[in-house]
Structures are given as C-alpha cells and as structure tokens.
C-alpha cells in the first residue's frame, strides 16, 4: 500500500543529507547567520558539538510570526525572485532548520531589528511548541541539544568528540576566510578554540613579501591576508603572494604560498566560488598544473583563492553541502586560475620559505629546537601537521656547524685551506675593498666556503645562505634543457605496425578531442573503430613505448585532473635525467669563481629556489636571528 | 656419488650452465646445478623454468648418485683453480667436498627430487642445420628484438617456413621487430623443416643459443612443437618454453613500392653516422638525411643546442630533392650488419618506411621507421 510520509520523516530523511555531523549543523547555522548580514557570531559547543550547539548572531533577526514559518520545509527568505540561477545568498534550499529540527531538541530565539520583543520557539525532534516571550539584545540565537538522539543509526556513526571539533574548526575557519568583515569566535565549556581579531583590532600589520610602499593589487588584500595569517598561520603572509586576476565575466583574487613552503596533502588549499567554501577537483586540478615544475608532484602548496563569476554562469545546486559546483565556462576558469597563479611566481624567482630558514635556525638552537618556528595559532598545531615539518626538517639534518669540518677554499688558487684559518669575520670583511661590499649586494651574496664538497657557504651583508649545489645546478641545467627542447620541436617516432588501444567509447572521445595537443608532443592516434584507436607515432626520447599503458594513463590523467599533463610530465622525467647526470654532484670541489658562478646563475635562473623535486636548494640565516642565538 | 674430473671439462660444463641460471631468484633451488653421475657420465642440468640446459661430460666414476649445489659458486670456484688439476666430489650427509690439488671445499646442498624439469611433450618436427647457419639468422637479427615487456610477442625471433621474395626457393626465415625497425633473415630451407608454421623464441634463449654455437662446429638438431624448442648440439642439450602469442603479419609493413634507390658506401655512412650523433645526448639521437644531386648532407642536433653537419657522396638515381629523419642508432645498428661495401636504401615518402639491403646479399632485408624531425 502506497501512502505519503508523515512530514516529521519526510523532514528526518532530508536531515539525512543535510545534516550529517554536528560540523553540517554548525555550517548550515552559520550560513544563515550570514545571509541575516551578522558581523559577529559566537559559536559554543559542547563534547564536539554532540550533546550542545549554540550560534548567536547579531544579525537582522525574525519577527514572531516568521518563527514557524522558519523551520518548515523549503520555507526561505532567501530565493526572492524564484530563480534558482541567481543565488546571492549562502543557503537557498529551505532545508536546514526544518532538517537539524527533527533530529535534535532544537531552541530559535530571535528578535528582529525593527522590534522591541524577543520570541523563542523549541521543537523536541520534530515536534513543535508554543511561542513564548523570552530575552535577547539583538540577532538569532539558536540551540541544538542532543543532536540525533531519536535516530539511534546516525548517532552511532559520529565520532570521538575531539574529531567532530577538528571538523567544526574547519567549517568555521574556511567561512571566517571567506567573510573577512565578521567576526568569529568558537568556544567550548572550557576555553576559546578560535577567535577572529576583528578588522578594528588588527592594527599591527602583517610582514608581507610584498615591499612596503607596494600598493595593495586588490582591495581589502591587508585585511584577508590578516585572517588569514590568523587560520593558516602566522607565518603565511611572509611566505605568500597574491594572486589577482579580472576579466570580463571571471574575478580571482587571493594569496597562495610560495613553493617550498608546502604541505604533504591538500587540506590547507582553500577554495571559494562566489564566497562559498568548495572542495572542487577541477580547482584543485589547475592548482596542481600551475605549480608544475615549481613543487615535486607529492607536495601541495598552501593558498586561498576566491573567484567570483556571475551568478548565472554557475551552478551551486550540485551538492545538498553545496561544496561542489558546475560551472559554465570550466575551461576558461580553469585557465585563468592557472595563469594568475603561474604569473605571480613567474615573479618570485627565489625566495626560500621563510619556515625552512627558521627551521634551519632552530635546529642550532640547543633548547627545544621546534618551539621557534611552530609557536604560532596553537588551536590549529593539528592543521600544521607536525609530521610534515618533520620531513623538512629532516633535509637539514646533516647540517652541524663544525668548525673542524671548513672546508676553507683560497679564492686566488681554489687550494682548499686547513681549518685553523677561520673564516673571515664581519669585521674584516668591512675592511675589504669597496668592490667586496658591492658585490655583497646579490641576493645570494659571494660564495666564502664550501663545506663537505656539497655545501657552499655565502655572505650577503645581512645573512650567511647555504646552498646545496648538486640540486642548485640541476635545477639551472633542467631549466636550460627545458628550454632548448621547448625550442626545438619534439621529436616523434613513427612505428612500423601502429598500436590498437582498446578503450570504452566514451574514452576514445575523451582522448580524441586532445590529439592536436598530443601530436604536439610527439604522440600521434587516430580514431580505429567505435572502441580502439591506432597510436602511430610515439615520442622518440621515450624510446620503447608500452602504448596501451601510456593512453591509459593519459586517460586517468583526463578524468582527474582534464589534461594532458600526464605525457608531458612523462617527457620532463626524461629531461630531469639528463638534468641529473649533467650536473656537479655533492661530493666535488669547487673553487670560488665555481661557486660564484653557481650563485649569480640561480639569481638569474627561474625556480632556483626550489630542487626539481620541490625542496629548497638554499637557505638563508638572518644575521639577526644569528645574533640572537649568542644572546646578542 | 662420487667421481673426478678434469678441471678443464668441468670449466666449459659450467660456464655454460652459470650463464642460464639466474644470479637471484626467489626459488632458492633454482640457484643450484643438478649433477647426475651415472654409466660413467655427469649430466649437468640447469633451469630458469623457461630454458633448460643439460650438459654431459666424461668423468671418472666412483660411486653413482645424484645432487644439487649452488652453480655460480661452483663455477667461480673451477675457474680459479689450476686447470693442470683433476677435482675430486664426495657427496656426504649435508654436503659435497670438493678436493683439487691442495685445495678443499665443501657446498652445500638441496635435494634433487625438488629440482625442477620441463614438462616435455612429443616434437612434432625435426631438422638438422649446419651451426654457421643458425649463427647468422641470430647475429643479424637479434638487435631488433623488442624489450618492452609488454609487447611480449615482440621479446623474441619469429622462425618460420617460406617462400622467398621471387617464389622460386624454400627458405627458412627469422623476424625479428620491436615496432620501430624489422630484421628479416633467411637461409636456405634444411630438410624436415617443411612444416615450422611459425614460432617465437624468447630472447634469452636466442642469446644462449648464439654463445653456444659459437663454439661449436657440426650440426645442430632443431626439434619443435606448439610450445617448445629444443636445441641439440652434441653434448649439449637446450630446451626452452616458446613465446604464446602470434607475430604480427610482418610481410605487409614491409614496403612493396619503395622507388627512390641511395646506394652508398656502408663503412663510411656508419661512421658518418655515428660522428654526427655525438652531439645528440638524448635516447632519440635524431639524424637528418638530406640528398640531392648524388650528395648526402647529415644534419644532427640536440637539446644542448649542439650541432653537426657531414656530406657524402652517393649515388642518388631519383635526382631530386628528398630529405627523411631517422634515429641514428636505429641506423648504425642496420648497417653494422651490413657485410658488402655498399649498403642500398629504398625510400618511399619521408613518412614512410625505408628498406635498408646488402648489394650482395638478398637473404638480408631491413627495415626502418623514419623519425618526424
């Protein structure tokens, strides 16, 4: 017997999809609270958000008669024109209170701007009870007790309380970098998990890479890179750029880090369409094609990008979460992403992660060597993956200062010196001819010392910067050969019997569409039959190709990330061999116009400051932090 | 088991059956020599599981028996001793001794009923060829055999019955290709060989095969069926798993209209050759050939912006302008085959595949894939 579902259900099995986790909760509450136009809202959890969420605003508020409308299903303010297509608002689908409300005992107290009252409305799981008078200053208050206490199954599935507060935190941190004018704060019973320094007390201005006097290239660009030194870490404006870009129907706007201060997976890339948090593989995608060649294929950059298209040329109703999204023009937004991106570090030539120096500085520290460098946003020490600073720093492990291991190198005769001749104080140096100290001024300064045959030691007038010289030089050469082939056209070989690919239909479409860009590269197909294709040509610096292998992986390349980048990374592996065995390995002496050479190089050299697999290839310690390691 | 035999015997013995048994492996016996010393007799058997060696050397014999020791310490082991000396086995408990001259050894030992053999089938056709034969279908066509493991159809020769190009001779033919250029060799066809349709021979047992007959002089007996080989020759017995996949139909890439004729001096182009890729580091050694007006001007250049340029005298019938790329090694490895002074090339377009040939000598054909440069 076919019947309809009572609403309460109805409502339960929408719950379903919206609400998921006391995180889901948070993030839909709070949305609301920012389609009201709140400027401040006050989160409280209690055991992760399981057994108590309240969310006060300041935001417009609702009047008495608007309560029980509130929390019916697809009742919303928020759709005015009934256009689905033009959504202006973070919510839109009249879901969520009607949802978290059959699930949990949930209390809305609200006053409207326009009025003097205060109202509060409280359901049990569903079930709705009188209005009653109650006192609130100003916004929406609203609590959800006992999430999922009449559905037993999804309670079950929640997790220890200290995991459902990590996705809470997320929640709050991703939309507190997308509203950079409100201000958030989240608290347990306990202590402050996290708070926004509001716009009127950020005086103190971060240190950006930026030169000082450097107009900001966008608007409101000190105030996000402010919260976001606040939600990534206080070290990430030092360690950033930004990013801008603006077309006819395309704004992207944003700051993304530097390559050698990256992570080991993506969570620190955040992404906003039109102000809504996404976790969109396309984006994710173009950022992984922008770095390309900037960072070794395992490591991710960290970044906060926001674009803004018109409202018509995007889907947001994808996802019940709304974290995915359709665009209109895939291509072209990807493409400008990939372009802003690649410009900005097209302009930062060699800039070491100011982490890796810091690193580098605390490991000479004697005293809690870590404590320096990761200090900072200590709610969020779980984002910063101790982990991965382990890794980096583990690149630095060799390097102990042993003044019986200089290798002192006379510049006249290149003749390596004993080491009871020490190296040349600042003081001397000061004495040196005039031509000395203006040479001091390249950025990488002159080369002194080349310490275990791998390392050399440089001097600019305010850092001492070691250089690891077998990844310094593979990174020039592999630019050079880069270059020439990019020059030269790629070289293909044609095969005596062409290949069969079997592959579905849908892929042989796939990979059809591409073969201009693949000839291109040295790969020629053809359409074979409805479900195959000939590979004629291969290119020749792959030598023997396993062509049923290269297509497929040419295809998962197309899938995930919509590119070809597959076969060229293929073909930069060869380079990057060659790039290898080309270069002076650790182990053999240098003399000093060696090294000088080296160094002016990489001055000139794009991508210098990073190895071909992402790791830095100098570091550079600040006379100033020097100093203060003998207390001076 | 035990017996004595002449250091020099044993030598020859095992450095045939060192090169068949694989230096590590995860199946510890397959490390080991089997010895069987029976009728006055030691048979040496050794295996990779695809290729079987058995070998039979003349000893003096004590007692009969069987046992299996690790063949690469054993061979290092003969090598190094005077070859004046006769060694002596004795096969104990938990070991065999060793004793030459002054010397003593003792290795260790896993049982024999464990050693592995090819199953063997019944041969459905047998021939006997002179070595020199055999010896030159491989020499001139192993270099064109495919490594690329997935083409495993491709990782050996493809033997064969047939015609000759102008019909009148039975020939038996060996193919050997890797998609980018075709050896096809042949000889002339050695009685009972009438019926091999068709099979391909793993590379490693075309390498063995080669060394072996290089030292041998005589006949050697080739027996075959669907999925093996066997080689006799003399004392020596190889058996080996054939390739289970069908050859690509080689007679259609291989060009019929080919018109364009360069005749040129092989000794000279080959070291043309080889000069001007100095300069090309990449695997692709790519080389230009531009010909005009019986001159052949090479052009080779690489990433490192290096380049080379050479002119030579050819005989160019066509006259007219024509210029094709290939990669030099591919080149070089064709016409070091090449016996006669003078190497002939049939082109057709320069996308199209080039027939490289022996003036004086038809049973060789080659065949090269231009390179887009």
């Known amino acids: 017997m076919l019947r309809l579902l009572p609403k309460n259900l109805i409502n339960q099995i929408s719950a379903g999809e919206v609400v998921e986790r006391p995180a889901s909760v948070v993030k839909e509450l709070v949305e609301n609270s920012l389609d009201a136009g709140a400027t401040s809202i006050h989160i409280i959890i209690r055991d992760g958000g399981k057994s108590y969420i309240s969310i006060t605003d300041n935001g417009k508020g609702l009047c008495k008669d608007d309560l029980h409308l509130a929390v019916q299903r697809h009742a919303t303010s928020k759709l005015p024109n009934d256009d689905l297509f033009d959504i202006n608002t973070m919510g839109f689908r009249g879901e969520a209170l009607p949802s978290i409300a059959s699930v949990s005992r949930f209390t809305l107290t609200s006053k409207q701007d326009t009025s003097s009252e205060a109202w509060q409305l409280t359901i049990n799981g569903g079930t709705q009870e009188e209005i009653i008078p109650a006192t609130l200053q100003q916004g929406t208050r609203i609590e959800v007790k006992d999430l999922f206490y009449n559905t037993p199954a999804r309670l079950k599935f929640l997790k220890a309380d200290t995991t459902e507060q990590t996705h809470i935190l997320d929640i709050i941190r991703r939309l507190s970098q997308s509203f950079i004018k409100v201000d958030f704060s989240l608290s347990d019973d306990k202590r402050s998990l996290f708070t926004t320094k509001g716009q009127q007390t950020h005086g103190q201005q971060p240190h950006t890479l930026q030169d000082q006097d450097q107009d900001p290239i966008f608007a409101d660009q000190e105030l996000m890179l402010a919260r976001l030194s606040q939600t990534i870490g206080k070290d990430f404006p030092e360690n950033s750029l930004p990013i801008y870009h603006k077309s006819d129907d395309i704004f992207i706007k944003g700051f993304i880090s530097i390559p050698t201060y990256n992570r080991k997976d993506s969570r620190q890339q955040f992404f906003y369409v039109n102000n809504r948090p996404m976790k969109d593989k396309q984006l994710f995608g173009a950022v992984r094609r922008a770095y390309r060649g900037y960072i070794y294929h395992d490591r991710f950059p960290i970044l906060a990008i926001f674009i803004e298209v018109n409202n018509r040329n995007v889907d947001m109703n994808v996802h019940p979460a709304k974290t995915e999204v359709r665009f209109r023009y895939q291509q072209q937004i990807q493409s400008a992403l990939v372009s802003a991106i690649r410009h900005t570090l097209a302009q930062s030539t060699f800039e070491v992660s100011t982490t890796v120096n810091a690193q580098a500085i605390s490991m000479l520290e004697k005293e809690e060597p870590q404590s320096q460098s990761y200090s900072q946003s200590q709610s969020y020490s779980q984002h910063l993956s101790p982990k991965a600073s382990l890794i980096t720093r583990n690149h630095f492990e060799p390097m102990q200062v042993n003044a019986n291991e200089f290798n002192l190198v006379n510049p006249d005769t290149g003749e390596v010196l004993p080491p009871t001749s020490q190296p040349t104080s600042q003081g001397t140096s000061e004495s040196e001819s005039e031509s000395e100290l203006t040479r001091e001024s390249y950025p990488l300064g002159m080369a002194k010392a080349q310490l275990h045959k791998t390392y050399i030691i440089s001097q600019t007038s305010e850092s001492i910067i070691i250089t690891d010289q077998h990844s310094a030089h593979e990174r020039i050469t592999y630019e050079t050969l880069k270059d020439n082939m990019a020059k030269n056209q790629i070289k293909g070989q044609l095969l005596l019997v062409p290949d069969v690919v079997q592959l579905l239909e849908e892929e042989l479409a796939l990979i059809l569409k591409q073969a201009k860009k693949l000839e291109q590269l040295g790969l020629v197909i053809e359409k074979f039959s409805h479900n195959s294709l000939l590979v004629r040509q291969t290119p020749a610096l792959l030598g023997e190709v396993d062509s049923q292998g290269l297509i497929a992986d040419l295809l998962s390349g197309l899938t995930e990330w919509g590119d070809c980048d597959i076969l060229q990374e293929k073909l930069s592996a060869v380079v990057h061999r060659m790039a290898c065995h080309g270069s002076v390995r650790a182990g053999k002496i240098l003399n000093i116009e060696e090294m000088n050479n080296l160094l002016r190089t990489m001055e000139n050299t794009p991508k210098s400051a990073q190895c071909i697999h992402g790791r830095p290839t100098y570091v550079k310690l600040e006379l100033k932090q020097i100093e203060k390691l003998f207390g001076r | ?373």
């Open chain 2, 1 to 373: 088991m035990k017996f004595t035999v002449k250091q020099a015997d044993l030598l020859k013995a095992t450095s045939h059956v060192q090169s068949i048994v694989e230096r590590k492996t995860t199946v510890p016996i397959l490390s080991n020599v089997k010895m069987t010393v029976s009728d006055g007799k030691l048979i040496l058997h050794a295996t990779d599981m695809e290729i079987e060696l058995a070998e039979t050397i003349d000893v003096e014999v004590e007692e009969e028996g069987t046992a299996t020791t690790p063949a690469h310490t054993l061979y290092e082991i003969v090598k190094k001793l005077p070859s004046s000396e006769d060694i002596e086995f004795t096969l104990t408990e938990n070991q065999i001794d060793l004793k030459a001259g002054r010397s003593r050894f003792s290795l260790s030992i896993l049982a024999s009923d464990e050693f592995p053999v090819l199953k063997q089938n019944e041969y459905t056709g047998s021939f006997e060829i002179d070595t020199e034969s055999v010896s030159y279908l491989i020499n001139k066509s192993r270099f064109a055999i495919s490594t690329e493991e997935t083409r495993y159809y491709l990782n050996g020769i493809y033997m064969h019955a047939s015609d000759n190009d102008t019909e009148d001779n039975k020939v038996l033919r060996v193919v050997a290709t890797d998609g980018h250029r075709l050896a096809r060799v042949e000889v002339e066809l050695p009685e009972g060989a009438e019926n091999l349709q068709g099979i391909i021979v793993p590379r490693k047992t075309v390498h063995e095969i080669f060394k072996l007959s290089e030292n041998f002089e005589g006949n050697i007996k080739i027996s075959f069926n669907e999925t093996l080989i066997k080689f006799e020759m003399g004392s020596i017995t190889i058996t080996s798993k054939l390739i289970d996949g069908s050859f690509p139909d080689y007679q259609r890439v291989i060009p019929k209209n080919n018109n364009k004729l360069l005749e040129l001096e092989a000794v000279s182009f080959a070291k043309s050759v080889d000069r001007v890729s100095t300069v090309s580091l990449d695997r692709s050694r790519a080389i230009k050939l531009e010909i005009q007006d019986n001159q052949l001007t090479l052009v080779a250049n690489s990433v490192s912006n290096n380049q080379a340029e050479e002119d030579m005298e050819v005989t160019w019938e066509n006259g007219e302008e024509f210029s094709i790329g290939f990669n030099g090694k591919y080149l070089l490895d064709i016409i070091n085959q090449i016996e006669d002074e003078t190497v002939q090339i049939t082109f057709g377009q320069s996308t199209e595949p080039a027939i490289l040939r022996d003036v004086s000598d038809d049973s060789l054909l080659y065949v090269l894939m231009p390179m887009r440069v």
